[in-house]
């Protein structure tokens, strides 16, 4: 062989074991990533939720893919119209579980969870309740989930509240039985204009659709026309946001699917992601937060979007920095 053909094989063994060398950095590179899932928050969970355990409430989030989770605790365990003389305690009676335990699961997964603070709304203590948490930490007021009409002078106290520790309040708006008068909210929307308004569960999905006229009704199913009171409160209101979880929220996004794509397209920079899953294991047909994650990716109109509501737009609302 030639000085020039020897020459030319080892530039030829040196190309190719270069081009191999870079195929498999590339294809770890990609193992990496897809070993590295995109991050998800989920806004709205609950310790002791129907006797779930913590060590289930952690795994339940981790299969989920949920990189942070909100607590939101119950109030005090009182016997008063506001929470139906008890019946309502642990957030409508799901058990869920208080102040002190969503506090001790952050401070054990501080990477994984934070915390929430709550207190039923017409209890005289209730200002101090929320002071002494937040200054623990506690980065929203909520889940409101009691028997008082929305705009109540109680619940315009908490409103002001969330203003002076600049945190957002989470609603959970049900017809007849908790925050009651969701037609008279754009009142508080207005005379609280820099509180950030969370709204979630039946009565607030429900009202995605413009013919939604029978406010019995929690779960309405069919087509949706737009331009219901959620749809206005969204769009009129810069302090109004969306929590998408429990059976209303997947619910909502389910049973109009043309309808979905366009109000997520909408309302995408104003859409949290939430799960409100009392599910053990955070997988199949048993978990309604996985679902609604599945709902979401494949609805929203691209991926933008989609990220936005699974991570950005909470990341942004609650400073998060991780």
């Known amino acids: 062989m030639s000085h020039f053909n020897q020459h030319l094989a080892t530039r030829r063994q040196f190309l ?26 989920d806004i709205h969970q609950h310790t002791s939720y129907h006797k779930r355990t913590n060590a289930e409430l952690i795994a339940h989030q981790r299969a989920m893919g949920v990189t942070r989770t909100i607590l939101l605790p119950a109030g005090s365990l009182v016997d008063r119209t506001s929470t139906n003389g008890g019946k309502y305690n642990g957030l409508g009676g799901v058990g869920a579980g208080g102040n002190e335990t969503v506090l001790a699961v952050a401070r054990q997964f501080p990477k994984e969870f934070s915390f929430g603070v ?3 709304t017409d209890l005289a203590e209730a200002g101090a309740e929320i002071n002494k948490y ?46 009651m008068g969701f037609e008279r909210f754009y009142k508080m929307l207005e005379k609280f204009p820099k509180t950030v308004f969370i709204g979630h569960a039946q009565t607030f999905w429900a009202n995605i659709d413009k013919n939604h006229t029978d406010q019995k ?31 209303s929220g997947l619910n909502s996004l389910k049973r109009d699917e043309e309808h979905t794509r ?11 992601y939430g799960s409100d899953c009392s599910d053990p294991v955070g997988m199949g047909g048993g978990c309604q937060g996985s679902q609604t994650i599945a709902a979401i990716r494949k609805l929203a109109p691209n991926k933008a979007a989609e990220r936005k509501i699974l ?12």
């Open 16 to 41: 190719a074991a270069s081009l191999a060398a870079s195929a498999g950095w590339m294809s770890l590179a990609s193992a990496a990533d897809a070993a590295t899932p995109e991050p998800i928050i």
């Open 134 to 179: 937040v200054d623990l930490g506690a980065i929203i007021i909520g889940e409101q989930k009691f028997t008082v009409e929305c705009d109540s002078p109680e619940s315009q106290k908490l409103y002001a509240l969330a203003t002076e520790h600049k945190i957002p309040i989470l609603l959970h708006f049900q017809h007849g039985t908790f925050n």
């Open 118 to 120: 709550n207190e039923v």
């Open 217 to 247: 009704v929690l779960y309405p199913t069919g087509k949706v026309t737009a331009g219901g009171l959620t749809d206005k409160y969204l769009s009129d209101y810069p302090n109004m946001f969306g929590d998408m979880s429990a059976g």
């Open 311 to 322: 991570y950005e737009n909470a990341k942004k609302l609650f400073r998060f920095t991780d």
């Open 262 to 272: 366009g109000f997520l397209d909408r309302h995408q920079d104003k859409i949290l």
